[in-house]
């Protein structure tokens, strides 16, 4: 029996509730930080913005997950300052990371913070690390994210979806006329098949931070719906899309689906050197949410066993290697697939689909 304490900030929303549930299941105590306290033993009062509250709740766990969006981190600075060890699975946009990062260096720091402990970002992180030690000559990093309707439920996904789809970033194109997202056709495995994906989170460059060398990193997504998928390839060309407004994409979703949802996840990793790919790679599962909670539990396990003091992404302390038993457990798929001519970036001229590829998991 596992006698270790977890708190999990943002136990009430749709991921925290997940990863709470997945914490329980591994035998762990949970405790359950929420802004409302309930009064049952296993309820947490904690609210990342009234610092007063972090103090007493994080003191009372082994580890914390901290699944709620915090631009100023400040759960993760008092873990350094109180030889504390935190997951972050709140998609930290990179400058935030890059403060606390440098704070971590520039102070005695006692405590481990894991940055982007979740599927994605979080396991893409160490298939593209790898990818990379594999092939250290590639200069570009494309990366594609499923985006499932049902992944949507709670408010911090659709605030995420709905941010990263109106904002345009780095390698989007803008102009006064028509800001819009760059596209890229890409041909994903059956029964998906060659999509055009839109630019997606440019600005946060896979949530790499320091590890792609200076290589150029492209993020781009699709959405698991034909049809809303259509309409955001339809509206992009025609600069509508950061004038959408946060509010219709709530309509109809519940703050806590009843159930796991269990959709079919892809995420489509491929690296390239002067145009000609060297590798490619999809992490494949069932469960955006599920399988996001177990990627942290596995992290978590991980971080009490190898912590050491300062602020990291899982690539720096963790490889695919040491970690593809568990992934395997948790029914999370790294595929290695053969390399194909690098999608065409529109608005090139579209050539006939390569084959089909041939997969072996690593």
């Known amino acids: 029996m596992n006698s270790r ?30 802004r409302r306290y ?12 009234r610092p007063e509250t972090i103090d007493p709740a994080l003191a009372r766990a082994d580890l914390t997950v901290n699944t709620v969006a915090d631009e100023d981190l400040r ?22 990371a890059r403060r606390l990062r440098i704070r971590a260096a520039q102070s005695a720091s006692r405590g481990s913070v894991l940055l982007n402990a979740g599927l994605a970002p979080g396991v893409t992180n160490l298939v593209i690390a790898d990818m990379l030690a594999r092939h250290p000559e590639s200069d ?8 499932p309707a049902s992944g949507m439920a709670g408010r911090a996904a659709v605030h995420f979806v709905h941010e990263n789809l109106t904002t345009i ?50 993020t781009y997504a699709y959405l698991d719906r034909p049809y809303l998928h259509r309409l955001v390839i339809a509206l992009n060309p025609l600069g509508l899309l ?64 190898t912590s050491p003091p300062g602020c990291f992404n899982p690539e720096e302390l963790l ?15 790294v595929t290695t697939r053969s390399p194909e001519p690098t999608p065409s970036t529109e608005p090139r001229p579209r050539t006939a689909s390569p084959r089909p590829a041939r997969t072996a998991a690593i």
């Open 242 to 305: 950061p004038d959408i407004p946060e509010a219709p994409f709530h309509l109809g979703r519940h703050s806590t689906p009843p159930h796991p949802t269990t959709e079919p996840i892809l995420h489509w990793i491929a690296t390239s050197r002067q145009g000609t790919t060297l590798d490619i790679r999809t992490v494949e599962c069932a469960g955006g949410y599920q399988h996001a909670a177990q990627a942290a539990l596995i992290f978590g396990n991980s971080l009490l066993q």
């Open 319 to 333: 490889t695919l290697n040491s970690l593809h038993p568990q992934l395997n457990t948790a029914a999370i798929r």
């Open 169 to 218: 970033g780095q390698h989007g194109v803008y102009n006064k006329r028509s800001p819009r997202h760059d596209t890229r056709t890409v041909t994903l495995p059956n029964p998906i098949g060659t999509k055009k994906c839109f630019g997606f989170a440019e600005r946060d460059r896979a949530w790499l931070l320091d590890t792609a060398g200076g290589r150029t990193i492209r």
């Open 38 to 49: 309930r009064g049952d033993p296993d309820s947490v009062s904690v609210d990342v913005s």
């Open 140 to 147: 570009t990093i494309d990366f594609v994210m499923c985006l």
């Open 5 to 34: 304490t977890v708190l999990v900030i943002g136990a009430d929303g749709v991921l925290g509730s997940t990863v709470a549930a997945a914490y329980a299941r591994a035998g762990w105590h949970v405790l359950r930080g929420t």
């Open 75 to 96: 759960a993760e600075q008092w873990a350094l300052e109180h030889g504390h060890r935190i997951l972050n699975m709140a998609t930290v946009p990179v400058n935030s």
